[in-house]
């Protein structure tokens, strides 16, 4: 059995899932609130008696929790989270998903949405509403919303273990398997009105990686097909020495 071959094969299929993390995380470098993909490999110990060959895993997927930069937009209805913390919207499916794409609109109806329509939840994962008429918004550090001078409502913010896996939706976005809890008491965590968060994605360094990452992927191939020639060539001397 060539053992070498299997390891060889099993660190291809784990570079094959950086590429594509990577890939995925440059492509959303612009997009507001994204964050990052991260990969972790472990070694995994063959029974290959009599000695025991390391392998690679595929690797385990988990969210980089990095703050992005922030950017001014004097929108009043722009807002990025200070702090570990995520806003909830609700998906066309009638689920919820988590969100740092603090770009909201409002509804004729007065209904707080993102941009693509989905409504904006508050901390008991109801709809947002707004008074449509109101002439001026002020939403204050812990999300609360006035609108000339009353308090008409207060934005979600909602922690999140990622540990146990995520999906993703609809770019920044993000649904984890473990459901989401309010935020209570945490002075570290607040509302900036008039500001977005950026992507948390350094494009140079995830570029570099990618072109690191392609060269090993690119290493290995060239070092199976030695190992494959060599294989052919010795079953032939060994085939004609009889």
């Given at each position: 059995?060539?053992?070498?071959?299997?390891?060889a094969?099993?660190?291809?299929m784990?570079?094959e899932?950086?590429?594509?993390?990577l890939?995925?995380?440059?492509?959303?470098?612009?997009?507001?609130?994204?964050?990052?993909?991260?990969?972790?490999?472990n070694?995994?110990?063959?029974?290959?008696?009599?000695?025991?060959?390391?392998?690679?895993?595929?690797?385990?997927?988990?969210?980089?929790?990095?703050?992005g930069?922030l950017?001014?937009?004097?929108?009043?209805?722009?807002?990025?989270?200070?702090g570990?913390?995520?806003?909830?919207?609700?998906?066309p499916?009638?689920g919820?998903?988590?969100?740092?794409?603090?770009?909201?609109?409002?509804?004729?109806t007065?209904?707080?949405?993102?941009?693509?329509?989905?409504?904006?939840?508050?901390?008991?994962?109801?709809?947002?509403?707004?008074?449509?008429?109101?002439?001026?918004?002020?939403?204050?550090?812990?999300?609360?919303?006035?609108?000339?001078?009353?308090?008409?409502?207060?934005?979600?913010?909602?922690?999140?273990?990622?540990?146990?896996?995520?999906?993703?939706?609809?770019?920044?976005?993000?649904i984890?398997?473990?459901?989401?809890?309010?935020v209570?008491?945490?002075?570290?965590?607040?509302?900036?009105?008039?500001?977005?968060?950026?992507?948390?994605?350094?494009?140079v360094?995830?570029?570099?990686?990618?072109?690191?990452?392609s060269?090993a992927?690119?290493?290995?191939s060239?070092?199976?097909?030695?190992?494959?020639?060599?294989?052919?060539?010795?079953?032939?001397t060994?085939?004609?020495?009889?």
């Amino acid at each position: 059995m060539q053992t070498g071959l299997y390891v060889a094969v099993s660190s291809q299929m784990a570079l094959e899932k950086r590429m594509n993390t990577l890939a995925d995380n440059v492509a959303n470098s612009s997009t507001v609130g994204f964050r990052s993909t991260e990969v972790k490999f472990n070694q995994v110990l063959g029974d290959t008696r009599p000695t025991k060959v390391s392998f690679v895993s595929e690797g385990k997927e988990f969210l980089n929790t990095n703050n992005g930069g922030l950017s001014q937009t004097g929108n009043q209805l722009d807002f990025a989270i200070k702090g570990d913390a995520w806003f909830q919207i609700e998906t066309p499916g009638g689920g919820q998903a988590l969100t740092r794409d603090g770009r909201f609109t409002m509804t004729e109806t007065g209904d707080l949405v993102t941009l693509r329509g989905y409504p904006v939840l508050d901390a008991g994962g109801a709809p947002i509403q707004l008074n449509s008429q109101a002439s001026e918004i002020k939403v204050g550090a812990d999300g609360s919303i006035q609108q000339d001078g009353t308090q008409v409502a207060t934005l979600g913010l909602y922690e999140a273990n990622f540990a146990n896996g995520f999906s993703r939706h609809d770019n920044s976005a993000v649904i984890p398997n473990s459901a989401p809890e309010p935020v209570v008491d945490r002075f570290d965590v607040g509302v900036m009105q008039g500001y977005v968060e950026e992507s948390n994605v350094n494009p140079v360094q995830e570029m570099s990686q990618l072109i690191m990452v392609s060269r090993a992927f690119e290493n290995i191939s060239a070092l199976m097909r030695d190992s494959e020639t060599s294989m052919s060539e010795a079953i032939k001397t060994l085939g004609g020495s009889k």
